[in-house]
C-alpha cells in the first residue's frame, strides 16, 4: 500500500476518490471542505442534504465516514469524514483522528477503489496540531493491512512545510 506525500490542491487531484474533513452537518464550510463543494458544485451539497441525520444537524458523527459522487471534481466519489476538535489531547482526539482514516480506507476497500487521497484531517480550524495528527496519519495507514498493494494513498497537503510534517511522521514509522 504505497503511500505518497504531496503538496497540492486535493480538488484537482485525479484519483478514485479523495477525502473531505468535514463539519457533521456535511453541508460546507471553511477550508477543504468549502474548497470541495465549491469544486463539486452544487449537486454535492443537494447529496449531503439527502444524507440521513444521526442526531439534529449531524449526517455525519466525529471519526466516521459517509460517501456521495464526486459530481464536478476529477474523482469518482467523496468520502466525507469528521474529525476532532483539538481539546488538549485527552478527549481521544488521536483515537477519533485515527476512525476517520481507517473508516475512509474501509469505504474504499467497500466501494472496491483503488487510489484515496486525504487532506491534513483536523488540523485546520479544529485546531488539532500538524505534528501530532500527522503522527496519527502515518501510524494508522501504515498499521493498515499491507498484502493490498492494490491500494495507492495521498496525502495531499495545502502547503510545502505542511507537507514537510506529514513527510516528517510517515518516514518516522
Known sequence: MPITVVTADITQLRVDTIVNAANPGLLGGGGVDGAIHRAAGPALLNACRALPESAPGVRCPTGEVRITPGFDLPVRYVIHTVGPIWQGGDHDEAELLSHCYRNSLRLLREHRLHTIAFPAIS??????????????????????????????????CFSDAMRAIFQGALNAV
Open 123 to 156: 488540523c485546520g480550524v479544529y485546531g488539532y496540531p500538524a505534528t501530532l495528527a500527522a503522527a496519527v496519519a502515518a501510524a494508522t495507514l501504515c498499521d493498515e493491512p499491507t498484502h493490498d498493494a492494490s491500494i495507492d494513498i495521498t496525502l495531499c
